[in-house]
């Protein structure tokens, strides 16, 4: 039943008065209720299996990254431009000169490279690849954070489930969900928490005083109003203030760090947010999505990668080396994902290359995926997928599985329309070990 | 209606009962059908009126119907017939012949002109000479005529009427009216939305006027406060957006929907404008095709959304397959996206130059960065809205229906009431395979179809008074924006089976909107008078909105546009002007120095491709301000900002030093010259445009970490996505970010420096209380921070401030 109480819950998302859509179930309910419990009862791909994966931390390129010129390199064709590629510590998996580090870290890594998808323009590529549906004006889908929260609810109460670092105006991928499955963003990795902490000044003495003296203030207010949502604040208050004095709060501040660590990631956004990342997990958040913009190489392509791959490159390995180091790989998965390749055809003109759906490549690593490997195969120039096609929503659908989320299980929209986690997508079981 | 009661009443069987109620100078006669209990008929008679007559004669009932005793009632038997030609004076005049105590109170004129207001549906208003101005701009409007006003004060009456007998129905009671501390708060968070500030508060309380709610109403009604504040609402359900795809601007939309709530354009022309617009989106006054732009590409969204928006039903499911729930199936789905057919998202009056550029930009001896500035300018010269619509549309690829195949050609038809004259034609299919093949990437696309205006159809049917959802779904999103709930709900998924939880008074205000062409101030006006909006809040749980009668208005929490206002309202002076003075509508747009943005793309509009390209390679190589691209560079008000700055900086060393020699007189003087500095300075631009001002200027959305999204600003992805939900995130910015920050620690905050200028410790607690819950505090409440002002002065004030906006109070409207 408690399928159905969320499912009343998302249908009064936006009216907080819930009987506004009680009445209305009224008309509908009925063959809503039965669907979800035939779904329940099929079950599908998710419930037998143990997931090994608790956490994610989603590392998202965000402008396309090129397949060509990081972990789909084709030595010696003419597309591959000026790119070396370099041998790796898992046996057949070479990668670009580019990745010098993660050359140490390959035998973590699964390589998908028969990504494909249809999606050619940033915002639609971006959208499809977060939430396997197609962006459409009638509804959001919530993306893979959200359903995660979703799903599987927080790890540690007392912190968010599923938190966002960096990116842009795309929205915090709650879609139709309620708004506390949605991402707490943070801006700056190196910040902490913002307001978290008391203003400068004031002592908890006083800001005791002063939560004494709102107390009273509502404790009249409410003999005459009182309202689900009016007790709700209240409620946030105390969850606000117990955050306050939470030990959890530590999780944000990359001050507990030292130096050598932070160093080790990178002294850069990217590089803090991927150990902001780590501590997070460390303390419970389900789902960490790091957004790094600036790969949309239409121009000087090759000059663009090589400084994007750096940082990313350092951080990915530190990264994947510090959560192997702590035994946190295995609950752990870190995915590498973004929107579509790059044309193997360099332009010649601004030594370029433009949005390529058709192949592309992701990494999936820790969580209990294979490490080493590669999955699928694109032609000798990098052109068109031959081998293993990984659609968008299978690759939704394998992070999903892994970490145990039904992928049958229909969730409804405000307007009664039936979501799921990854669409149809279809889990790569080979990648599981 | 209780027909039980009726029917057991002693006029039964007679057909019609009639039912009289005086208040507030008026007189309402309602003609009830006793079978269905249903109103079937109503007019409001001015008091007047009865002036003229000299008796009447009728059966009294006081206690007819269980209505409450201090209204008049009488009921009477009448033939239908009678009452359709005659109602007014045949009736009127007959029931009055013998004289009553009540008619001899009316007023004493003589020959008084009637006026009434017919609410019966279908009503041709056009013949009541008094109409307002369709198009009156919002300067004019602030002298609502006597007789507009009696018609909006007739409509405010009947709404309570209608919320009293339903009340009455199910033995409940309104709420006893709103004290005027309470009153004050609602309505300038309703009518403009932010809080009055402590110089509003007191005026309206300690104003003496009998009439001094309607002043106010009207006051607001016609600031620019109710443009900011309606635009918000606008901007979530239409979906409004700073940045279109391909980093179009969306100024033009924006504007749009502003300028038309400020000249106060009828809904239904502004809707129309939206339907049947066409045009270059940059071009002054083509805003309205940024509706069609919000969907581009994706003329079937756009559909789901007009149908959603304006007709209160949902038809997406349609888009995939029959509605599940609904009658709607997927080919009347596509009939209605036929109207929109051969619809591009190109405008095609331009100019070829723009093409040309474009053409040029791929010349490789150009930089990258020359590129995207000649892109930029590319595209939004040519981004706009044309097709007048072909009446036809594809069915899609693995169409599920057995009316129909996919890809079959199909003629636009509408989904209910009378199909519009129109006679698309459907072009031959391309029979060569290979043509074929190479359309197959665009196999919604009809060949050769030809343009016969069926967008302008579509939005003629859209809009008429007969469609009887139109005037319906605005009606109810308008009660539910100052009621807190609708009387349908959810506003948006009307079907045909949906029962308004009062469906007379829904019937009655759909009727009204029409017989007030669609004036939105003026129906707002309506509801803002009723007794019902003045009434106390109500403010328990609402399990079931089907069953709730409207004892009140509905206890809600603020929007987050009215939090931030509100907010700003305790910091700065006039908050509420359209922010971008005159002064600062200078912008500096690659390179070229103009008024605004539409002056820009003028100048551009004029220039050769060569020139494009020429000043595209000046803006790539120029500085910062060169560049910037739709944002306004720093001008002349960044200049007077500073030396007016300069001036108040210097100011406060002389009042310190004023202060230090202890002359009272010249303090005073100072202090006054001083805060004339500060609303000087406050008005100038602030060129940080991620500053302080209404919500309604900031870019839309605010991003995503901003305070407006926190609280729930929408993202203007979906219609209607703002939310009203608790988070840890608002809580912690409001005890420890925004208001320690921002106010408590702000010297120049406008509620500091009017405690400032208290002369009594009660006076401080007043104006604190006055300007942040305009109320009084209570004496309980007085009592305790007088001790705490007395144990520590220094952080009291301070405290308060921040107690009572964390308080619910501060957020909830009550």
Same mark, same amino acid.
């Given at each position: 039943?408690?399928?159905?109480?969320?499912?009343?819950?998302?249908?009064?998302?936006?009216?907080?008065?819930?009987?506004?859509?009680?009445?209305?179930?009224?008309?509908?309910?009925?063959?809503?209720?039965?669907?979800?419990?035939?779904?329940?009862?099929?079950?599908?791909?998710?419930?037998?299996?143990?997931?090994?994966?608790?956490?994610?931390?989603?590392?998202?390129?965000?402008?396309?990254?090129?397949?060509?010129?990081?972990?789909?390199?084709?030595?010696?064709?003419? /597309?591959?431009?000026?790119?070396?590629?370099?041998?790796?510590?898992?046996?057949?998996?070479?990668?670009?000169?580019?990745?010098?580090?993660?050359?140490?870290?390959?035998?973590?890594?699964?390589?998908?490279?028969?990504?494909?998808?249809?999606?050619?323009?940033?915002?639609?590529?971006?959208?499809?690849?977060?939430?396997?549906?197609?962006?459409?004006? /009638?509804?959001?889908?919530?993306?893979?954070?959200?359903?995660?929260?979703?799903?599987?609810?927080?790890?540690?109460?007392?912190?968010?489930?599923?938190?966002?670092?960096?990116?842009?105006?795309?929205?915090?991928?709650?879609?139709?969900?309620?708004?506390?499955?949605?991402?707490?963003?943070?801006?700056?990795?190196?910040?902490?928490?913002?307001?978290?902490? =008391?203003?400068?000044?004031?002592?908890?003495?006083?800001?005791?005083?002063?939560?004494?003296?709102?107390?009273?203030?509502?404790?009249?207010?409410?003999?005459?109003?009182?309202?689900?949502?009016?007790?709700?604040?209240?409620?946030?208050?105390?969850?606000?203030?117990? =955050?306050?004095?939470?030990?959890?709060?530590?999780?944000?501040?990359?001050?507990?760090?030292?130096?050598?660590?932070?160093?080790?990631?990178?002294?850069?956004?990217?590089?803090?947010?991927?150990?902001?990342?780590?501590?997070?997990?460390?303390?419970?958040?389900?789902?960490?999505?790091?957004?790094?913009?600036?790969?949309?190489?239409?121009?000087?392509?090759?000059?663009?990668?090589?400084?994007?791959?750096?940082?990313?490159?350092?951080?990915?390995?530190?990264?994947?080396?510090?959560?192997?180091?702590?035994?946190?790989?295995?609950?752990?998965?870190?995915?590498?994902?973004?929107?579509?390749?790059? /044309?193997? /055809?360099?332009?010649?003109?601004?030594?370029?290359?433009?949005?390529?759906?058709?192949?592309?490549?992701?990494?999936?690593?820790?969580?209990?995926?294979?490490?080493?490997?590669?999955?699928?195969?694109?032609?000798?120039?990098?052109?068109?997928?031959?081998?293993?096609?990984?659609?968008?929503?299978?690759?939704?659908?394998?992070?999903?599985?892994?970490?145990?989320?039904?992928?049958?299980?229909?969730?409804?929209?405000?307007?009664?329309?039936?979501?799921?986690?990854?669409?149809?997508?279809?889990?790569?079981?080979?990648?599981?070990? | 209606?209780?027909?039980?009661?009726?029917?057991?009443?002693?006029?039964?069987?007679?057909?019609?009962?009639?039912?009289?109620? +005086?208040?507030?100078?008026?007189?309402?006669?309602?003609?009830?059908?006793?079978?269905?209990?249903?109103?079937?008929?109503?007019?409001?008679?001015?008091?007047?009126?009865?002036?003229?007559?000299?008796?009447?004669?009728?059966?009294?009932?006081?206690?007819?119907?269980? !209505?409450?005793?201090?209204?008049?009632?009488?009921?009477?038997?009448?033939? *239908?017939?009678?009452?359709?030609?005659?109602?007014?004076?045949?009736?009127?005049?007959?029931?009055?012949?013998?004289?009553?105590?009540?008619?001899?109170?009316?007023?004493?004129?003589?020959?008084?002109?009637?006026?009434?207001?017919?609410?019966?549906?279908?009503?041709?208003?056009?013949?009541?000479?008094?109409?307002?101005?369709?198009?009156?701009?919002?300067?004019?409007?602030?002298?609502?005529?006597?007789?507009?006003?009696?018609?909006?004060?007739? @409509?405010?009456?009947?709404?309570?009427?209608?919320?009293?007998?339903?009340?009455?129905?199910?033995?409940?009671?309104?709420?006893?009216?709103?004290?005027?501390?309470?009153?004050? %708060?609602?309505?300038?968070?309703?009518?403009?939305?932010? @809080?009055?500030?402590?110089?509003?508060?007191?005026?309206?309380?300690?104003?003496?006027?009998?009439?001094?709610?309607?002043?106010?109403?009207?006051?607001?009604?016609?600031?620019?406060?109710?443009?900011?504040?309606?635009?918000?609402?606008?901007?979530?359900?239409?979906?409004?957006?700073?940045?279109?795809?391909?980093?179009?601007?969306?100024?033009?939309?924006?504007?749009?929907?502003?300028?038309?709530?400020?000249?106060?354009?009828?809904?239904?022309?502004?809707?129309?404008?939206?339907?049947?617009?066409?045009?270059?989106?940059?071009?002054?006054?083509?805003?309205?095709?940024?509706?069609?732009?919000?969907?581009?590409?994706?003329?079937?969204?756009?559909?789901?959304?007009?149908? $959603?928006?304006?007709?209160?039903?949902?038809?997406?499911?349609?888009?995939?397959?029959?509605?599940?729930?609904?009658?709607?199936? #997927?080919?009347?789905?596509?009939?209605?996206?036929?109207?929109?057919?051969?619809?591009?998202?190109?405008?095609?009056?331009?100019?070829?130059?723009?093409?040309?550029?474009?053409?040029?930009?791929?010349?490789?001896?150009?930089?990258?960065?020359? *590129? #995207?500035?000649?892109?930029?300018?590319?595209?939004?010269?040519?981004?706009?809205?044309?097709?007048?619509?072909?009446?036809?549309?594809?069915?899609?690829?693995?169409?599920?229906?057995?009316?129909?195949?996919?890809?079959? @050609?199909?003629?636009?038809?509408?989904?209910?009431?009378?199909?519009?004259?129109?006679?698309?034609?459907?072009?031959?299919?391309?029979?060569?395979? *290979?043509?074929?093949? $190479?359309?197959?990437?665009?196999?919604?696309?009809?060949?050769?179809?030809?343009?016969?205006?069926?967008?302008?159809?579509?939005?003629?049917?859209?809009?008429?008074?007969?469609?009887?959802?139109?005037?319906?779904?605005?009606?109810?999103?308008?009660?539910?924006?100052?009621?807190?709930?609708?009387?349908?709900?959810?506003?948006?998924?009307?079907?045909?089976?949906?029962?308004?939880?009062?469906?007379?008074?829904?019937?009655?205000?759909?009727?009204?909107?029409?017989?007030?062409?669609?004036?939105?101030?003026?129906?707002?006006?309506?509801?803002?008078?009723?007794?019902?909006?003045?009434?106390?809040?109500?403010?328990?749980?609402?399990?079931?909105?089907?069953?709730?009668?409207?004892?009140?208005?509905?206890?809600? $929490?603020?929007?987050?546009?009215?939090?931030?206002?509100?907010? !700003?309202?305790?910091?700065?002076?006039?908050?509420?002007?359209?922010?971008?003075?005159?002064?600062?509508?200078?912008?500096?747009?690659?390179?070229?120095?103009?008024?605004?943005?539409?002056?820009?793309?003028?100048?551009?509009?004029?220039?050769?491709?060569?020139?494009?390209?020429?000043?595209?390679?000046?803006?790539?190589?120029?500085? +910062?301000?060169?560049?910037?691209?739709?944002?306004?560079?720093?001008? +002349?008000?960044? #200049?007077? $900002?500073?030396?007016?700055?300069?001036? +108040?900086? %210097?100011?406060?060393?002389?009042?310190?030093?004023?202060?230090?020699?202890?002359?009272?007189?010249?303090?005073?003087?100072?202090?006054?010259?001083?805060?004339?500095?500060?609303?000087?300075?406050?008005?100038?631009?602030?060129?940080?445009?991620?500053?302080?001002?209404?919500?309604?200027?900031?870019?839309?959305?605010?991003?995503?970490?901003?305070?407006?999204?926190?609280?729930?600003?929408?993202?203007?992805?979906?219609?209607?996505?703002?939310?009203?939900?608790?988070?840890?995130?608002?809580?912690?910015?409001?005890?420890?970010?925004?208001?320690?920050?921002?106010?408590?620690?702000?010297?120049?905050? @406008?509620?500091?420096?009017?405690?400032?200028?208290?002369?009594?410790?009660?006076?401080?607690?007043?104006?604190?209380?006055?300007?942040?819950?305009?109320?009084?505090?209570?004496?309980?409440?007085?009592?305790?921070?007088?001790?705490?002002?007395?144990?520590?002065?220094?952080?009291?004030?301070?405290?308060?401030?921040?107690?009572?906006?964390?308080?619910?109070?501060?957020?909830?409207?009550?």
């Amino acid at each position: 039943m408690n399928e159905v109480n969320r499912m009343k819950d998302a249908l009064c998302r936006r009216t907080f008065v819930c009987g506004a859509a009680k009445s209305f179930l009224g008309l509908g309910a009925m063959p809503l209720l039965s669907s979800l419990a035939y779904s329940a009862e099929k079950s599908g791909w998710g419930l037998s299996r143990q997931a090994k994966a608790k956490s994610v931390i989603y590392l998202y390129m965000n402008g396309g990254m090129s397949h060509l010129d990081t972990f789909d390199t084709k030595p010696g064709a003419e /597309t591959q431009g000026p790119v070396e590629s370099i041998k790796t510590n898992a046996d057949g998996v070479l990668i670009s000169e580019y990745f010098p580090n993660m050359a140490q870290q390959m035998d973590k890594v699964a390589v998908i490279n028969s990504m494909y998808s249809n999606q050619g323009a940033h915002a639609q590529g971006r959208y499809f690849m977060h939430t396997s549906y197609f962006m459409r004006g /009638t509804v959001r889908h919530p993306d893979l954070g959200a359903w995660s929260a979703y799903h599987l609810g927080k790890v540690n109460p007392g912190l968010p489930a599923n938190v966002k670092i960096g990116g842009s105006s795309a929205g915090l991928g709650g879609g139709f969900l309620e708004s506390e499955f949605a991402a707490l963003p943070i801006g700056d990795p190196t910040s902490g928490l913002q307001n978290s902490t =008391l203003p400068r000044g004031i002592s908890e003495s006083r800001f005791a005083r002063r939560m004494d003296r709102v107390e009273q203030m509502n404790r009249e207010f409410t003999q005459k109003y009182d309202t689900k949502l009016s007790r709700a604040y209240t409620q946030m208050y105390d969850e606000a203030v117990r =955050l306050m004095k939470s030990e959890d709060l530590k999780a944000f501040d990359l001050n507990q760090e030292n130096q050598e660590m932070r160093d080790r990631y990178g002294n850069n956004p990217f590089g803090q947010a991927c150990l902001l990342a780590r501590r997070l997990v460390e303390h419970g958040v389900r789902f960490i999505e790091i957004d790094d913009g600036g790969w949309d190489s239409h121009n000087e392509n090759f000059q663009r990668v090589q400084s994007k791959s750096a940082v990313l490159d350092q951080a990915m390995a530190a990264l994947l080396a510090d959560l192997a180091a702590r035994g946190m790989l295995n609950e752990t998965m870190v995915v590498l994902a973004t929107e579509f390749g790059r /044309t193997p /055809t360099i332009v010649d003109d601004r030594n370029g290359r433009n949005h390529y759906p058709q192949a592309f490549t992701c990494l999936l690593a820790g969580g209990g995926f294979k490490g080493g490997i590669k999955h699928g195969k694109t032609d000798a120039e990098g052109r068109e997928i031959v081998d293993g096609i990984v659609e968008v929503p299978d690759f939704n659908a394998t992070i999903a599985h892994a970490l145990g989320i039904p992928l049958d299980k229909e969730v409804y929209s405000p307007s009664l329309r039936p979501f799921k986690v990854a669409d149809h997508g279809k889990p790569v079981l080979s990648l599981f070990s | 209606m209780d027909s039980e009661r009726l029917r057991a009443s002693p006029i039964y069987p007679y057909s019609h009962a009639c039912w009289i109620r +005086r208040c507030c100078g008026l007189v309402e006669l309602i003609l009830i059908d006793p079978r269905s209990g249903r109103i079937e008929y109503n007019v409001n008679i001015l008091p007047d009126f009865f002036a003229s007559l000299n008796s009447a004669s009728f059966l009294m009932a006081n206690d007819f119907m269980g !209505l409450n005793s201090t209204d008049l009632k009488c009921c009477f038997a009448v033939s *239908r017939h009678a009452l359709i030609l005659s109602l007014v004076v045949g009736i009127l005049i007959s029931l009055c012949n013998e004289s009553t105590a009540w008619c001899s109170t009316l007023a004493n004129a003589e020959n008084a002109p009637l006026a009434w207001l017919d609410a019966t549906p279908k009503a041709d208003t056009s013949e009541t000479e008094e109409q307002p101005e369709a198009n009156s701009t919002s300067h004019n409007l602030s002298s609502v005529s006597a007789t507009d006003r009696s018609q909006i004060l007739a @409509i405010s009456h009947q709404i309570d009427l209608f919320i009293e007998a339903q009340l009455a129905k199910h033995d409940q009671q309104a709420n006893p009216l709103a004290s005027d501390e309470v009153f004050v %708060r609602r309505i300038y968070l309703d009518a403009i939305g932010r @809080i009055p500030t402590l110089k509003e508060t007191t005026r309206f309380l300690n104003s003496n006027s009998s009439n001094k709610r309607a002043e106010l109403i009207d006051e607001l009604l016609d600031s620019y406060g109710y443009v900011s504040h309606q635009y918000n609402y606008f901007a979530d359900l239409l979906r409004a957006k700073s940045r279109l795809q391909n980093a179009v601007a969306g100024q033009p939309y924006i504007d749009f929907i502003k300028d038309s709530l400020e000249t106060n354009k009828p809904y239904d022309q502004f809707v129309h404008e939206l339907i049947a617009s066409e045009g270059l989106l940059i071009e002054r006054g083509n805003g309205a095709v940024g509706y069609y732009l919000r969907d581009l590409g994706m003329p079937e969204d756009n559909m789901s959304n007009t149908v $959603r928006v304006f007709l209160g039903t949902r038809l997406e499911c349609a888009q995939c397959h029959n509605h599940p729930f609904d009658k709607w199936t #997927q080919r009347q789905y596509f009939e209605m996206v036929a109207f929109t057919g051969g619809i591009s998202y190109r405008d095609r009056s331009t100019s070829q130059n723009p093409n040309q550029a474009a053409r040029l930009m791929r010349d490789g001896s150009l930089s990258p960065t020359e *590129r #995207q500035v000649i892109q930029r300018m590319v595209r939004n010269l040519q981004t706009g809205v044309s097709g007048s619509g072909t009446g036809l549309a594809r069915l899609p690829e693995g169409f599920l229906g057995e009316d129909g195949e996919e890809f079959e @050609i199909i003629k636009a038809q509408i989904m209910f009431g009378d199909q519009p004259e129109m006679n698309p034609r459907i072009p031959r299919e391309i029979t060569n395979e *290979r043509t074929r093949q $190479r359309l197959g990437r665009r196999q919604q696309q009809i060949p050769n179809a030809r343009e016969i205006g069926s967008r302008e159809l579509l939005a003629n049917w859209l809009v008429d008074a007969d469609n009887p959802r139109f005037a319906t779904v605005i009606a109810n999103r308008m009660w539910k924006q100052t009621m807190g709930l609708g009387l349908i709900e959810p506003v948006d998924i009307i079907e045909d089976n949906t029962i308004a939880s009062n469906p007379e008074l829904m019937d009655y205000l759909a009727n009204s909107m029409i017989a007030l062409d669609f004036d939105l101030k003026q129906f707002l006006r309506a509801i803002f008078n009723s007794q019902t909006y003045q009434s106390e809040a109500f403010g328990k749980d609402i399990n079931n909105p089907a069953e709730f009668y409207f004892n009140g208005p509905v206890m809600r $929490r603020m929007a987050a546009e009215q939090i931030w206002d509100s907010m !700003l309202t305790l910091v700065f002076e006039e908050v509420d002007q359209r922010v971008v003075p005159e002064l600062d509508r200078q912008l500096r747009l690659f390179g070229i120095e103009a008024a605004d943005i539409y002056e820009v793309y003028e100048t551009l509009r004029e220039m050769s491709a060569d020139e494009i390209v020429d000043l595209a390679k000046k803006v790539a190589s120029g500085g +910062r301000g060169m560049r910037a691209m739709g944002r306004p560079a720093a001008t +002349r008000g960044d #200049q007077d $900002r500073r030396a007016l700055i300069a001036q +108040r900086d %210097r100011l406060d060393v002389a009042i310190r030093r004023a202060k230090r020699a202890n002359e009272p007189g010249l303090l005073e003087t100072l202090e006054e010259r001083r805060l004339d500095l500060q609303v000087a300075i406050d008005k100038l631009p602030i060129q940080n445009r991620g500053a302080f001002i209404r919500a309604s200027e900031l870019p839309s959305p605010a991003p995503p970490s901003h305070f407006l999204r926190e609280f729930g600003q929408s993202d203007r992805e979906e219609i209607e996505n703002a939310n009203s939900e608790p988070s840890v995130m608002q809580v912690l910015s409001l005890m420890n970010g925004f208001v320690e920050q921002r106010i408590v620690n702000s010297s120049n905050a @406008i509620v500091l420096k009017n405690v400032e200028r208290s002369k009594s410790d009660r006076e401080k607690i007043d104006t604190v209380f006055l300007s942040m819950l305009n109320r009084y505090p209570t004496e309980s409440e007085l009592a305790v921070w007088q001790a705490d002002l007395d144990a520590n002065p220094r952080e009291t004030v301070a405290d308060l401030i921040w107690t009572l906006i964390n308080s619910n109070e501060f957020i909830f409207v009550k």
